[in-house]
């Protein structure tokens, strides 16, 4: 008997658990697309990275279509996870609109999951509960889904709480696993959590009675981490010399601090109470050094991300961060934390009283970025074929591109300064294939911009690979028949960072594996 009313006691809290967030996903199951600052991009850009990856590009580097069909190698500097996970999506039947959707909506949903089960590890079910809800509804997380449509975010903080559970259940492989997965989430969030993650590490050695050990089991986690996901971010930092990403302003960082909408009046309210329970003594700081360290950091990133900390951004690496109210990703964390962390010091009748009343706060502050008031209806089509750059500044542009081309190409290849026929036998995003008739020697220019990577043999023979004033490949042909091969391969760098992270990957694979086959 005890036992049926458990199951339906567990039962019970999963359809509550269900249906309270049913709110937070509902507008994505609109037929339309809501309009927001970045969602369109977002899907241009997996549009275009689904169509060089079936064409046998791995990992995808460079968008053939994009940049008016001259090319733009985002791709190899910009968080690819979404789009290699949008991939199977799409595959099994979904357009681009509903696969990004499908992972906007899978975000959420996760980072409230992989938040409660972190949390539980540490308070009670009703308080990690609540910490759930409120890292799911916190208004700046609502808001980069339904304004700012920043897709690699959301899916960072759905990766973040994954990594602090595994931390806690000692799971090494997938500790590492979900640094790997946060690097490939987003930039500039993966900076910042990382650091959040190593002074939440220091925290448990702390408390920990075997300090050496788990030392050296987070030093592993991290470089593990980093190391499998290698393949995106050694190119990416290599390759950034070859760009003007140094040295454009992506945004005016000072337009966008935050303001009290986006920070919450639920944040106000836990911060407030953390402070009052640090008063009267129910947090004490030696024993509540988690608690410390998630209010500390919490204020801090609020801080960060309002206008009073002017004089801290102007010290800040601003063309990476670019916006003040990102740190409010970090409080979203912290006060989730914080939230479980008060309900849990009080006796069964308070904690519920305390979980109502910051539930009614929490919907208040999020209730207006639940329901965004423009959709729009354009067809894949859209999508698939638009050649945006999908970046603000084209900050990645390679710097010999000194005019960025406005318009298509008229021809893919020609000859420069005299006659000559090409005729191409086979094109592809990755590809080209041309036979080339010349009655003297000549230059052609192949109407795509160069970037390291881009290979062309004539005869089976590799060529030298010009650029002109546009950053257009040009190479030189001796007059005859030739057959031109033009082909994006990877250089040496991006396949010793692409074998790093296959030989960590399955490192990884074999001790989980171990680690299966030793409970069994």
Known sequence: MLLKNFNKLKILSIIVFILVLIPAIFSLLHNGFFVSDDGNWMVIRFSAFYEVLRHGQFPVRFLTRLNNGYGYPVADFLYPLFMYIGVPIHVIGFNFVNTIKIIFGISLISSSIFCFLWLRRLFDNLSSFIGSLVYLYFPYHLWDVYKRGSIGEVLALAVVPFILWQIERKSFVLSAVGISLLILSHNTLALLFTTVIVF?????????????????????????????????????????????????????????????????????????????????????????????????????????????????????????????????????????FLAACIISLFSIKKKILISVFILAIVFISSWSFLFPKKYQYFPDSYYSTNQDTTTVKNEYMPKWVKNVPQTMPANKAEVVGGKGKINIINMSVNKIIMQVYLHTKRTIQVNMIYFPGWIIYADGRKVKIDYNVNGLIRFDIPSGNHTILLEFEETRLRLLADIISFLTLLVMFTLFVKKIFKKV
């Open 200 to 336: 939440y590490m220091l925290i448990n050695v702390t408390l920990s009675s075997n300090k050496k050990n788990i030392i050296y089991q987070y030093i592993n986690i991290l470089v593990l981490g980093f190391l499998g996901s290698a393949f995106f971010w050694l190119p990416a930092l290599y390759d950034l010399q070859y760009t003007v990403f140094l040295k454009t302003q992506v945004s005016n960082w000072d337009k966008y601090f935050s303001g009290l909408r986006l920070i919450g009046l639920s944040t106000i309210v836990i911060l407030v109470l953390t402070v009052l329970l640090i008063i009267n003594g129910k947090v004490k700081i030696k024993r509540h050094r988690l608690t410390m360290l998630f209010f500390i950091v919490g204020g801090l990133s609020i801080f960060l991300s309002i206008s009073k900390s002017y004089f801290i951004w102007q010290l800040l690496p601003v063309s990476f961060i670019q916006f003040p109210f990102r740190f409010l990703s970090i409080t979203v964390l912290c006060v989730s």
